[in-house]
């Protein structure tokens, strides 16, 4: 066994990090995951997502609850647990529980919610893309992750999207004025806003090509900023 610092190599082929194991024979055993939660959406205004190796898919249902479902096939070196809880009459949420540092593998989250608008959905998310469907709305969206991608069909008239090294899509349905933020450091951004009147938008980037097709027309006002380092920006 050899010590640098607080990395412990073994013998074998297990390296220990600060007494969390994050390579082995064990790591390479991927484990099959299929749960399901639910809850009473009740009075819930808001809701918030947190799922930090899960791909996320969002949508709607004509039912009264909030359903989760995560699935798929992993190796990690913790346990991987869903949970959906109240906070309060208000606020519900949904929760990946993982601490762990290593993931290998393809796990996918289903969040149904109910065909009503919110207040807010917020989703955070690490390795994980998230995909909001046609349908869910919301008077203000969050949605932040790392290094996955962010795509957005969702009614609302704030949306805020953030991501280091994915890329970013809306298409929101123009049903009222909408102010939309989003912005990455390596990835590109696509909005499109074909149904609204009128685009305002100040887009940025440092490394890469900016295009405006929007055409005026009678209708809603969409505002925008896009912001990215090394990537593309599209508005339609």
Request: charged share 25%.
């Amino acid at each position: 066994m050899i010590k640098i610092g607080n990395c412990i190599i073994g013998s074998g082929t297990n390296i220990t990090i600060n007494g969390r194991r994050v390579s082995g024979s064990d790591l390479s055993k991927p484990e099959r995951y299929d749960s399901r939660k639910e809850e009473e959406a009740g009075s819930t205004e808001i809701i918030e997502i947190i799922s930090p190796i899960a791909d996320t898919n969002i949508s709607v249902s004509d039912e009264s609850k909030i359903k989760a479902h995560l699935y798929g096939e992993a190796a990690t070196d913790e346990k991987v647990e869903l949970d959906i809880f109240r906070i309060d009459q208000w606020y519900t949420k949904v929760v990946v529980n993982f601490e762990g540092h290593y993931c290998n593998g393809e796990l996918t989250l289903d969040v149904v919610i109910p065909k009503k608008m919110f207040k807010r959905i917020n989703f955070t998310g690490r390795s994980s893309s998230v995909f909001l469907k046609k349908g869910v709305a919301a008077d203000t969206i969050s949605v932040e992750t790392i290094s996955g991608s962010v795509k957005t069909y969702a009614e609302c008239s704030s949306f805020f999207g953030r991501s280091t090294s994915g890329s970013l899509s809306s298409c929101i349905p123009a049903k009222r004025n909408v102010f939309v933020d989003m912005s990455c450091v390596s990835g590109s951004i696509h909005a499109d806003f074909t149904d609204f009147g009128s685009v305002e938008a100040t887009a940025n980037t440092l490394v890469g090509s900016k295009s405006n097709r929007h055409m005026e027309k009678i209708g809603f006002i969409a505002r925008a900023k896009l912001s990215t380092t090394a990537g593309n920006i599209t508005i339609k």
